[in-house]
């Protein structure tokens, strides 16, 4: 069994910074790529931020380039996402994601966390 666990959302006004943490424990023999999706009330859930397993690439939403940074730590199976420069447009639930593959059974998987909100006032 694999849990991610995210932290890290709460309410801020519009120019502020919020950092998001989301840590992976369980069965997990490899982590591979991670990344961030956020659904906002009413719109799909769409991505935010990708990081390779090594954490050599990453890739943005045109939203959020050049304002938020997706970052990880291998070491503790985490993955960051730095929220700078916050607009009421990013108010959103947001999710982390993984790649990875399980111990027991020895298999590839997909997981998802339960989301932290994240509100952005004006």
């Known amino acids: 069994q694999v849990r991610l666990v995210e932290s890290g959302g709460g309410l801020v006004q519009s120019g502020g910074s919020l950092r998001l943490s989301c840590a992976a424990s369980?069965?997990?023999?490899?982590?591979?790529?991670m990344g961030w999706y956020r659904q906002a009330p009413g719109k799909q859930r769409e991505l935010v931020a990708t990081i390779t397993s090594s954490g050599g690439i990453a890739t943005y939403a045109d939203s959020v380039k050049g304002r938020f940074t997706i970052s990880r730590d291998n070491a503790k199976n985490t993955v960051y996402l730095q929220m700078n420069t916050l607009k009421p447009e990013d108010t959103a639930v947001y999710y982390c994601?993984?790649?990875?593959?399980?111990?027991?059974?020895?298999?590839?998987?997909?997981?998802w966390g339960q989301g932290t909100q994240v509100t952005v006032s004006s």
């Open positions: 994601n993984a790649d990875l593959i399980e111990r027991s059974p020895f298999r590839p998987r997909n997981y």
């Open positions: 369980g069965s997990i023999l490899a982590l591979n790529a």
